[in-house]
């Protein structure tokens, strides 16, 4: 059964970091791409970023580009995110996600969620 659960989030200030986390079991990983989405209140559940099985493909929103950073860990805790010079309007419940194929190709079909981690950031 896949299980993932995010952590890492919190109240910062404008211009700080958080460094998200994504416990997961009930795969191997290391063969499924995996992303972030972002959900604030009354706004629909937004793509963040994604990474490939491998590691070696990324792809971000253009409104995180040069500020957020995803990365592949290890088998318990595949991905991570990177989030440096956040804004108030990076505030929202956070989300890891993984895909339903194994070595699947752009464009991903995530299947499997997390429960979210809430990122609040302060002016």
């Known amino acids: 059964q896949v299980q993932l659960v995010e952590s890492g989030g919190g109240l910062v200030q404008a211009g700080g970091s958080l460094r998200l986390s994504c416990a997961a079991s009930?795969?191997?990983?290391?063969?499924?791409?995996m992303g972030w989405f972002r959900q604030a209140p009354g706004t629909e559940r937004e793509f963040v970023a994604a990474?490939?099985?491998?590691?070696?493909?990324?792809s971000y929103a253009d409104s995180v580009k040069g500020r957020f950073t995803i990365s592949r860990g290890n088998a318990k805790n595949p991905v991570f995110l990177q989030m440096n010079s956040l804004r108030p309007e990076d505030s929202a419940v956070y989300y890891c996600?993984?895909?339903?194929?194994?070595?699947?190709?752009?464009?991903?079909?995530?299947?499997?969620w997390g429960q979210g981690t809430q990122v609040t950031v302060s002016s």
């Open positions: 990474i490939s099985g491998s590691g070696g493909s990324t």
């Open positions: 009930g795969r191997t990983y290391n063969v499924y791409a």
């Open positions: 996600a993984t895909e339903r194929r194994p070595y699947g190709d752009y464009p991903y079909e995530f299947h499997y």
